[in-house]
Structure formats: structure tokens, C-alpha cells
């Protein structure tokens, strides 16, 4: 075998090398890009159900808040029923002695 054609056959060897690296590396770069979009697609996964659960939560207390302030001031509102209540018959008397007077 000639020089010429051991540097030929090199070069073929050198081009196909060449070739399977080049395809090997756009083979790993795809296999990259997909496991990217996979790892992306599960951390937007897990931050829309992080994002459900944190609603959840907040409108859980909200509804826990809302009820606090509703017994609150129906406490308040019984409070004050009581002391017009209370008052009521001084309120009459008071009312109707002034109508009297007239």
C-alpha cells in the first residue's frame, strides 16, 4: 500500500470519526434538550400544585378569619340587644312621660 493511499484511507477514517462524533454529539445535545424540557415541565408541574395548594390554604384562612369576625360581631350584636334590652322600659317610661308633659 502506498503513502498516498494510507493518508487517504487515514483522512476516510479521520472523516467518519469525524461524522460519529458529530452525531454523537447532536445525539447527547437532543437527549439534553429533552431531559431540560422534561425537568421543566415537573418543576412547572409541582409549582402549579405548590401554587393550588398555597390558594387552598389562603382561602381556608380567609374562611377561618371570616367566621372569627362573624361570631366577633355577633357576640358584639347580642351584647348590645341586651343592653337596649335592658333600657327598653326606662326608654318607654322616659318617652312617654315626655309626650305627657306636652
Do not use: P
Not at 31 to 43: F, L, N, P, V, Y
Not at 54 to 74: G, P, R, S, V, Y
Not at 80 to 92: G, H, I, T, Y
Request: charged content about 40%; overall charge negative; glycine content about 4%.
Amino acid at each position: 500500500m502506498s503513502i498516498l493511499e494510507l493518508i487517504q484511507e487515514a483522512e476516510a477514517k479521520g472523516e467518519k470519526l469525524k461524522l460519529e462524533a458529530t452525531e454523537k454529539v447532536t445525539k447527547m445535545l437532543e437527549d439534553a434538550q429533552r431531559e431540560g424540557e422534561t425537568e421543566g415541565k415537573k418543576i412547572v408541574e409541582e409549582a402549579e400544585v405548590e401554587a393550588k395548594q398555597i390558594a387552598l390554604d389562603t382561602e381556608n384562612q380567609i374562611k377561618m378569619m371570616q367566621e372569627k369576625i362573624l361570631k366577633e360581631n355577633e357576640e358584639k350584636d347580642q351584647t348590645l340587644a341586651e343592653k337596649v334590652n335592658s333600657r327598653f322600659d326606662e326608654a318607654v317610661n322616659f318617652i312617654v312621660g315626655k309626650v305627657l308633659m306636652l
